[in-house]
Structure formats: C-alpha cells, structure tokens
C-alpha cells in the first residue's frame, strides 16, 4: 500500500496535524496510574469465530475512515496534546485482564488496543481519546469493515463511509469549549456541596487484576420491570445497585453517609454536537437509606433526583463551570506538572462524593446487512484505586448485558442484585473470568542436618559481616589519625 508523502498512513490528516485535547480529557493524563488506567472496552461479540488476519485488515481499513483515532498523546511544557501516529496498530490475541493499561507516561503509542478471543472483537479505549459513545461509532466501523473483508460487496465499503463522515468530520471538535459560549454557571438552582458517600471495601488483587462480571439479559424482561414501576431503564439500574449496596456491605458496616451512585450523561442529544471526543457530564445520585428501606422508597428518591439532575440546566452550569477555569488568566502558562498536581488533588476530592459508577451506552444499533451477524455488545469500565466496582450497560436488539468491573474479591453486590432479579422472573445468564489469587510462595521442607547447618551459616555469615564492619573502622580510624600526624 502507498501513500502520498504529505499524508499519514490513515488517510484523511496531514501528517503536521496537531490538537489539543477536550476540557474532559485533559484530567485524564495526570490522574493515570497502574491501578487506575482510565480505560475501558467494547466487546463485539460474534455468531463465528474471529478470523484474526481479516480483523487486522479491518483495523487498518477502519482508521483510514476515521482517522481521529490514528493519535498519539505528547506531554509539552504547559498542556499535552495530540499529533499524528504513523505506526500500525497490530492486532493481537487478548493476553491480559481487561481494560490493561494503555497510555503510560513516557510511551508514544495508539491510544486504543483492538483484541479478540474465539467470537469475540475488544476494543479497549484511553479515556483522554474518546468517550463510550464516540468509541461505539469506531466499533461500528469496525465492524462493519471486519465484515466487509470477509463477504466482499455483500457489505458495500461505500455505506461504510457514509456512515461514518458526518461524525469524522467533527474529529477534532471540543464541544464542551463550543457549548459554553451559550451556557452560565448560574443557570438553573445554584450547586449544592455534596456529601462524602459510603464506599465500598474488600481485599484488593494485586498489579492490574480485573474481575468482571456479565449478566445477559433479555432487554424486553428488564424494561418490564422498569415499566411498571414508571420508571426509565437508567432510574431502575441506579435504584437497584443503590439497594443492593444497602443490603450488603452497607448494612453489614452501620453506614451513616449515602450511598451515591455516578452517573456520566451523553450531552450531544440535549447540546448539537457530533464530535468523536469526549463530551459527557456527570450527575450524582444518592440516597440515605433509611433502616427497612424498601426497593420502592428508594425508587421514588432515584426518580426525583434525576428529575432534577437530568435537564440541560443543570449541565449547561456543568459545562460553564469547567470552562470557566481554563479561561482563568494566566492559567495556560502554569506549568504542566503544576497543572496536574492541582488537578490530582480536585480529582480526589470530587472521588469521594459518591460510592460506585455506572454507565449506561443504551441501544448500539448497526446496520441491517450485518445486524444478524452479531450476537451482542458488553461494555466494562477499568479498575481504579478509590472505587473498586464500576457498572455498564448496553443493549442490542433483546440482548442486554450488565456488566460488572471489580478489584476486589466481595462480590456480594453483583449475587444480591441478580437473585433479585432472578425472583422477579428475569432470565438471566453470568458469565466471568478467572481472577484467582497469584500462588503462595511454599519454603521447602529440610531435614535436621540441613536446618542445623543453615543456622551454623547464618552465624557464620553474620560473624563474617560483624568482622568486616570492625575492619573497616579501624582502618577509617587509622587514615584519620595518620592524617593528624602529617599535619
């Protein structure tokens, strides 16, 4: 394959293309650790097995189309930015837990890691690069070039690309910078400080290990449930992770703080926005449960919070707000190490108002002539160092998956929220992957001879290091007192 000397490999940005990053992504860089890696994934999972050289080719196919996701993250002296990436992104086998670490300080690589296990297509996501929804359009594409390679014109590249160019074409756009010129920070009912939430404990696994869950769902049973009690399909999920928490840990521990629930709201519906960047606000469910809650009351409190959080109001003072500190004077020439200190330390606070996240995708959608080649869509939000349980969710078609990410090893919440479920008639299939403890390190059994004379060789050793220490003071001491005397 050729290409033109002033074009990247991806074609579509010209190899001296250059962007800072959105208002959202640019905490990500400097709260990113091993153990908190802000990534996430989509998994597409399929009817056949994934042919590894045809998903390669897609890949390469896919970024051509949208090339906002051919990037690489550069730290300079007061921001980081975006420029071009020439390499080629290798498809591989999945080797490791899910949502891995992706961006480490230092390294220049893709931002996204695209993986596959027997039928099924990951694509894991630095958070500084997109948002879940601007993740699903690139999974689209994919996908839809995956099956292109594979069955040839009876997948059309051309309806490829015409889906996916009024997106691509708002690669580069920060809609939160966009958005705010029409927003006040004053709009609607002023902010309220809120309360530190309950939060969650257990014994952590070590490194990068992430358990997860999956619950697979028949959309239609869910939304029954949520139906009947007049209630969307977000309320119902918050208000039963809310009672779950409250039937085990909370009630186990005498939890005096609420329990809140974080929930990221896509805003390109409710401000004009196509771009492929991060833009999403944050509302911050919580309930104070009081002692024999039942699920209904805490339903009720769910539903009027969000009728009070969910109107573009509230995340025009949101976005206005973020805004208005990167418009402080003088505040782009404050160092970048400075810069991520600060926001280090708002980022910990902010962490400790609610208790767990949970991300609801809603419908992912694709297009009739492959609609029937794939089985489901799951979505996992990565591990962190202050909440250990994240939640997602997506459906497709009557497929819905529930989806749990976890650093420790109490899953308590994940067995009460689905025996719940399962009471009220849902059919439910779990399904989770293995995160067992790393092996214990066992000291070989020695008989008597060989304890006796590890003990004499440990004397011996000691002795020896006694001597040597002496040694080498009395020759110190000899230097200087030879010293005295020249003088």
């Given amino acids: 394959m050729s290409y033109k000397n002033n074009r990247s490999p991806h074609s579509g940005i010209d190899e001296t293309y250059w962007n800072g990053?959105?208002?959202?992504?640019?905490?990500?860089?400097?709260?990113?650790?091993?153990?908190?890696?802000?990534?996430?994934?989509?998994?597409?999972?399929?009817?056949?097995?994934?042919?590894?050289?045809?998903?390669?080719?897609?890949?390469?196919?896919?970024?051509?189309?949208?090339?906002?996701?051919?990037?690489?993250?550069?730290?300079?002296?007061?921001w980081y930015y975006f420029d071009v990436n020439n390499e080629r992104p290798i498809v591989t086998m999945e080797h490791t837990y899910p949502c891995a670490p992706i961006y480490r300080a230092g390294e220049r690589g893709f931002l996204f890691r695209v993986t596959y296990y027997h039928k099924r297509i990951n694509l894991e996501m630095y958070h500084a690069l997109a948002d879940g929804m601007g993740a699903v359009s690139f999974m689209r594409v994919l996908v839809y070039c995956y099956f292109n390679v594979i069955s040839g014109s009876e997948v059309p590249e051309e309806d490829i690309r015409r889906e996916s160019d009024e997106a691509a074409r708002d690669f580069g756009e920060d809609s939160f910078v966009i958005n705010s010129e029409e927003c006040s920070s004053e709009s609607?009912?002023?902010?309220?400080?809120?309360?530190?939430?309950?939060?969650?404990?257990?014994?952590?696994?070590?490194?990068?290990?992430?358990?997860?869950?999956?619950?697979?769902?028949?959309?239609?049973?869910?939304?029954?449930?949520?139906?009947?009690q007049g209630a969307t399909l977000s309320e119902y999920v918050t208000a039963l992770l809310i009672f779950s928490v409250f039937n085990t840990s909370y009630r186990r521990s005498l939890g005096k703080r609420p329990i809140t629930i974080s929930l990221p709201v896509n805003l390109r519906g409710m401000f004009a926005s196509n771009t492929l960047r991060n833009f999403f606000g944050h509302m911050n469910v919580g309930v104070l449960p009081e002692r024999g809650a039942s699920f209904e009351d805490i339903?009720?409190?769910?539903?009027?919070?969000?009728?009070?959080?969910?109107?573009?109001?509230?995340?025009?003072?949101?976005?206005?707000?973020?805004v208005k500190i990167e418009r402080i004077p003088g505040v782009k020439f404050v160092p970048i190490w400075l810069k991520n200190l600060i926001m280090r330390g708002f980022y910990k606070s902010s962490e400790k108002r609610h208790t767990l996240t949970f991300s609801n995708l809603g419908k992912i959608t694709l297009p009739p002539v492959i609609a029937d080649?794939?089985?489901?869509?799951?979505?996992?939000?990565?591990?962190?160092?202050?909440?250990?349980?994240?939640?997602?969710?997506?459906?497709?078609?009557?497929?819905?998956?529930l989806s749990f990410s976890s650093t420790v090893d109490d899953n308590s919440l994940e067995q009460f929220l689905l025996s719940y479920l399962s009471r009220k008639g849902v059919p439910i299939t779990v399904s989770s992957n293995e995160t067992a403890p790393p092996p214990k390190k066992v000291k070989p059994k020695l008989s008597k001879e060989e304890k006796l004379r590890a003990k004499t060789d440990k004397k011996t050793e000691k002795a020896d290091k006694k001597a040597t220490k002496k040694a080498n003071k009395a020759e110190k001491k000899a230097i200087k007192k030879a010293k005295k005397e020249k003088k």
């Fill in 21 to 78: 990053l959105d208002n959202t992504a640019k905490l990500f860089p400097s709260i990113t650790t091993t153990r908190s890696p802000n990534v996430f994934r989509l998994c597409a999972v399929l009817f056949d097995e994934v042919d590894p050289a045809a998903l390669q080719t897609a890949l390469e196919k896919a970024l051509a189309i949208m090339p906002a996701f051919a990037l690489k993250l550069n730290r300079g002296l007061f």
């Fill in 188 to 228: 609607g009912t002023k902010a309220v400080r809120e309360p530190e939430a309950y939060r969650l404990g257990g014994f952590q696994y070590d490194g990068t290990r992430l358990g997860v869950t999956s619950a697979y769902i028949p959309t239609s049973a869910l939304l029954e449930l949520a139906r009947e």
């Fill in 299 to 322: 339903l009720a409190a769910v539903k009027e919070r969000f009728s009070k959080c969910l109107t573009r109001e509230y995340f025009e003072r949101q976005i206005a707000s973020h």
């Fill in 373 to 401: 080649r794939v089985e489901r869509f799951e979505a996992y939000i990565g591990g962190s160092e202050t909440h250990v349980k994240k939640t997602s969710l997506c459906s497709y078609g009557d497929s819905l998956t």
